[in-house]
């Protein structure tokens, strides 16, 4: 089936997770914050802010636990 990774593929993996995660929120939520500090289509904007921040938090949460796979 799947073998645990070792301590450089944990790294590189992690790092992968990252980026992907910082690509996100830099994609959806920084465009949202901008409309939520301007007042313009607040419930939308909050609504994406939140969901892209949880996102990102959720993929940095899962990078920590690929590094922590020893």
Same mark, same amino acid.
């Given at each position: 089936? *799947?073998?645990?990774?070792?301590?450089?593929?944990? %790294?590189?993996?992690?790092?992968?997770?990252?980026?992907?995660?910082? $690509?996100?929120?830099?994609?959806? $939520? =920084?465009?949202? *914050?901008?409309? %939520?500090?301007? *007042?313009?289509?607040?419930?939308?904007?909050?609504? =994406?802010?939140?969901?892209?921040?949880?996102?990102?938090?959720?993929? =940095?949460?899962? $990078?920590?636990?690929?590094?922590?796979?020893?």
């Amino acid at each position: 089936m *799947l073998k645990k990774p070792n301590q450089n593929q944990s %790294v590189y993996l992690a790092a992968v997770i990252q980026s992907i995660a910082v $690509g996100q929120f830099v994609w959806m $939520g =920084t465009p949202a *914050l901008d409309k %939520v500090y301007a *007042l313009v289509d607040l419930p939308n904007s909050i609504n =994406t802010f939140v969901i892209s921040l949880i996102f990102y938090g959720i993929l =940095t949460l899962l $990078g920590y636990w690929v590094l922590d796979s020893e």
